[in-house]
């Protein structure tokens, strides 16, 4: 590898390897609250942090970011879906 | 240059259908999204099995969630976050056209996806051993909390689906390597890579939530 | 501009095409080329054989149960025939014909010729589908067949996963397959919708048939892999007993009912929308006038398609849900009432004033719009808590959802079948003949149903053949109807036979109509269209304009 083919590889690796360093330490976040159950809620901070997992992955390996509208919408529709399944059978499960 | 990373002609050929590369391109994106929606889908119906159960039975699932095996869990999260990382990696490089790169990244992301499967081959034999499995026709280590064994069995649901996933996955990476280690494949498939791609993130993407909600959130 | 752009303008009506390339179906003549081919053209003649296939299998079914019917001791035949009966035909109807009707064979012909493509965006995964849909029905059927089950065809926990002492697991994993199969067709043309359309083919510019099919195909995709899960869940609880439907051991049945409906009341919308299509246009072509609010009509499909997820409940309503959860899904079920009547008026709308003929496809689009009124109006009554006590699981409930099904889809299937025969055949089909079937098959629909709703109303529950002998004399009214209907079902499975040899030669546009697909040859070339069209006018683009037009 010359020096140009080592910057060009930087260049292009550097967004993956960032989120694969950010996963990383939120994964290690997540699994020291789940080992230590620091306090009461702490199931709150752990959905927090994957939420922050989930929007690295599509965002960023997923290339979301810089993908036209319509993937972006497609990429975003499961996960709206998903809240319509939930929270219409919650208005049951939390009524009854 | 003596040892210069030989870059191949990327591209890809068009098929009978499309009228321009681009229209194919996007296709083939569009097309593996839409497929991963479903997937979501399918994921998300025992998501909600397992919130219900939660909210049912929360003493019950606690205790079932403290008997799965935490560490192993957690390891294997970050066996797949690593082989997220060399997919990226098979991406970036078959855009740039170093075929030989491509395919060391794109073997590493298989080898890793079968550590995740070794690993959690084990992580049942243990479970096997110390009678956490009720579906069984044999003894239930916590019988006596018969409404543990629901949670239990939707774990064993969820992880067995997203097995057979990576299984597959790693059964079509495997094939996708050895297509690609022939010539010209770049100059004709090119997008072929980046398509498989989204797939095996995806399937990381499931495991990112799975692990929290069967190991983390409930403990 | 070539000189064929005007002509996708103004299909010329005359033209009979002689000097043209060999068509899709003279291409190639062997097995080999049916069987493997890619054309989407081809696959939906295939799958159109398969469902004719499934449709007449189920249609047997009803029969028997109708006869089974006629008298109310229930001797013709013994309590788990009857169950295995209705429940065959339950299950063929709604999973091997109803849902893939008319998206896999209408919406696989003409979705390409509508927005001007050579083919749908995956050929192969076209052709995939359809074995992957072959592998599942054959399957089951041959279970049902030989085994039976006698579930009914909503497989409900607990009886399916404890109590059923028949092959539920099988049929299951059929459903399941065939499921794959559904999934595969929806992201196709959503791909192919987005991606495929020809130059100037604008959103806007597209048949409101490509719209409906849209909307389907969304369902397809957000609904399917639910109930896959659920399916799955249910083979595991049947074969490891895994208990989250058990309520031994703390599993909760109505859980499956969640999942289950989630995807299967918006397969009522695979049902009905795919119809709507077809009759918006058959509504306009034999009006010969331009579609009236296209634009609402559009979006009222995308409409049904996004609230028919909200209001699963309602099918629910006396099976332990919670009151509040009951009361939400009741409201939101009446919103659904709002893009459905938008269509009907919109439909009326368009004939007012119109240049109508009375031809075969119009009579069916004309039975399609008033059954599908009654249907609709009698889903309200549904809708509404207090009444659904009373009329849940009775036959009320059936004769509802045979009009939507039988009265809708199935009308609008026959009417799209004879509206787009010159186009799949090159052949005409009789049209005195055609005429007297759809005549046939409104009343025989309307006597077989119509007492149905009076059935169910003075309390007969569904699913019983033993029934007090007061109701004997509707429901031998009944299962004489369905004699008329089933006579009704012989004459176009006769003469479109009979014209695919003896049938006039049709040219490229019998019906005056406008839409890219009769611009081309009939039957059409292999990849559809000589050149790649160019659009640059509105869609139904008929004499008549409608007045906010004109």
Redesign the interface.
């Known amino acids: 590898m010359t020096r140009e083919d080592r910057a060009t590889l930087w260049r292009h690796m550097r967004a993956p390897v960032l989120s694969f360093v950010a996963l990383m330490a939120l994964l290690a976040v997540n699994v020291v609250l789940g080992a230590t159950l620091p306090f009461r809620a702490v199931w709150v901070a752990e959905a927090v942090v994957v939420v922050c997992m989930v929007l690295t992955v599509l965002l960023v390996s997923m290339e979301v970011w810089s993908e036209p509208p319509?993937v972006r919408v497609f990429s975003a529709?499961?996960f709206f879906?998903l809240l319509?399944?939930f929270g219409?059978?919650l208005?049951?499960?939390l009524?009854? | 240059m003596p040892d210069a990373v030989t870059a191949e002609a990327v591209d890809i050929e068009l098929a009978?259908?499309?009228?321009t590369k681009e229209?194919q391109r996007?296709?083939g994106t569009?097309?593996m999204w839409?497929?991963l929606?479903?997937?979501?889908?399918?994921?998300?119906?025992?998501f909600?099995?397992a919130l219900?159960?939660r909210i049912?039975?929360p003493a019950d699932v606690t205790l079932a969630t403290t008997h799965l095996k935490f560490w192993i869990g957690a390891t294997n999260t970050a066996v797949l976050i690593c082989s997220s990382l060399t997919m990226s990696g098979a991406i970036v490089l078959s855009r740039l056209g170093w075929r030989r790169g491509m395919l060391g990244c794109m073997l590493a992301t298989a080898c890793l996806g079968t550590l995740f499967l070794v690993l959690k081959g084990y992580e049942y034999y243990q479970d096997y051993d110390e009678n956490m499995m009720?579906?069984?026709a044999r003894p239930y280590a916590l019988g006596a909390h018969?409404?543990t064994?629901?949670f239990l069995?939707?774990y064993?649901?969820t992880t067995g689906?997203h097995g057979v996933h990576l299984i597959t996955g790693v059964s079509i990476l495997l094939v996708l390597t050895w297509q690609a280690s022939r010539p010209r494949f770049l100059q004709m498939h090119q997008n072929r890579i980046e398509i498989y791609g989204l797939y095996w993130h995806f399937i990381d993407l499931i495991w990112i939530i799975v692990f929290p909600v069967l190991y983390v959130l409930n403990r | 501009m070539s000189p064929l752009d005007s002509l996708y303008r103004d299909p010329d009506t005359a033209r009979i095409t002689l000097d043209r390339p060999a068509d899709y179906l003279h291409a190639e003549h062997t097995l080999r080329s049916w069987f493997f081919t890619t054309d989407h053209k081809r696959i939906a003649l295939l799958y159109l054989a398969s469902i004719t296939g499934f449709f007449v299998l189920g249609a047997i079914a009803a029969g028997l149960v109708r006869l089974s019917l006629v008298v109310p001791n229930g001797v013709i035949f013994t309590n788990d025939t009857y169950n295995k009966l209705f429940t065959m035909h339950g299950v063929i109807m709604v999973w091997f014909f109803l849902i893939p009707s008319i998206p896999a064979t209408f919406g696989n012909f003409l979705i390409p010729l509508m927005i001007g493509?050579?083919?749908?965006?995956?050929?192969r995964l076209n052709l995939l589908s359809w074995y992957v849909f072959m592998t599942g029905a054959l399957f089951t059927m041959v279970v049902l067949i030989v085994g039976g089950v006698d579930t009914g065809w909503t497989f409900y926990a607990p009886f399916s996963t404890t109590y059923s002492n028949f092959y539920v697991i099988p049929a299951l994993i059929g459903v399941i397959i065939v499921g794959f199969s559904s999934?595969l067709t929806g992201?196709?043309f959503?791909?192919t919708i987005?991606?495929?359309r020809c130059p100037g083919m604008t959103w806007f510019r597209m048949p409101i048939f490509v719209w409906t099919l849209y909307a389907t195909s969304l369902i397809f995709?957000?609904?399917?892999?639910?109930i896959?899960?659920?399916l799955?869940?249910l083979v595991?609880e049947r074969a490891?007993?895994?208990?989250?439907f058990d309520p031994k051991?703390?599993?909760?049945p109505?859980?499956f009912e969640?999942?289950f409906w989630?995807y299967s009341h918006p397969a009522v919308y695979i049902m009905v929308l795919p119809g709507m299509g077809v009759v918006t246009e058959l509504v306009a072509a034999f009006s010969q006038k331009r579609v009236f609010g296209y634009r609402f009509v559009a979006y009222a499909s995308i409409g049904l398609a996004s609230i028919t997820?909200?209001v699963?409940?309602h099918h629910m309503f006396v099976n332990g849900?919670?009151?509040?959860?009951s009361t939400?899904?009741s409201f939101l079920s009446f919103a659904v009432a709002v893009p459905s009547a938008v269509k009907v008026y919109n439909w009326t709308a368009t004939i007012h004033k119109g240049a109508i003929r009375l031809d075969t496809p119009m009579l069916y689009a004309m039975g399609y719009i008033g059954l599908f009124v009654l249907g609709g109006l009698t889903g309200l009554f549904l809708a509404t808590l207090a009444v659904d006590a009373h009329l849940h699981d009775t036959y009320f409930v059936v004769a509802h959802f045979h009009y939507i099904m039988v009265g809708g889809t199935m009308l609008a299937f026959l009417g799209g079948l004879h509206y787009w025969w010159p186009k799949f055949t090159g052949r005409m089909y009789p049209e005195a003949w055609g005429r007297v079937g759809a005549l046939l098959i409104f009343i025989g629909f309307n006597v077989t149903f119509f007492p149905q709703f009076i059935l169910g109303y003075l309390g007969m529950p569904r699913r019983y053949h033993v029934y007090p002998p007061e109701f004997q004399l509707l429901n031998v009214l009944s299962s004489a109807g369905s004699t008329i209907l089933a006579l009704g079902y012989f004459f176009p499975m006769i003469y479109l036979v009979w014209s695919l040899w003896f049938g006039k030669r049709a040219p490229a546009n019998p019906w005056q109509a406008k839409g890219l697909e009769w611009t081309t040859s009939s039957p059409p070339p292999a990849?559809n269209f000589l050149a790649?069209p160019r659009v640059d006018f509105e869609p139904y683009d008929y004499p008549i304009k409608a007045p906010e037009r004109a």
């Open positions: 319509l529709l499961g879906w319509i399944l219409m059978t208005v049951d499960y009524t009854r | 009978e259908q499309f009228v229209q996007d296709v569009l097309g839409a497929w929606v479903t997937e979501l889908l399918l994921f998300a119906g025992l909600l099995c219900i159960l049912q039975f009720p579906f069984l018969p409404s064994r629901l069995d939707i064993y649901v689906l | 493509a050579k083919d749908l965006a995956f050929p999934i992201l196709n959503i791909v987005h991606k495929m995709l957000l609904g399917t892999p639910v896959t899960l659920a799955i869940l595991m490891f007993h895994i208990g989250v051991l703390g599993g909760d109505v859980l969640h999942l989630f997820f909200f699963w409940g849900q919670s009151q509040l959860a939400v899904f990849h790649i």
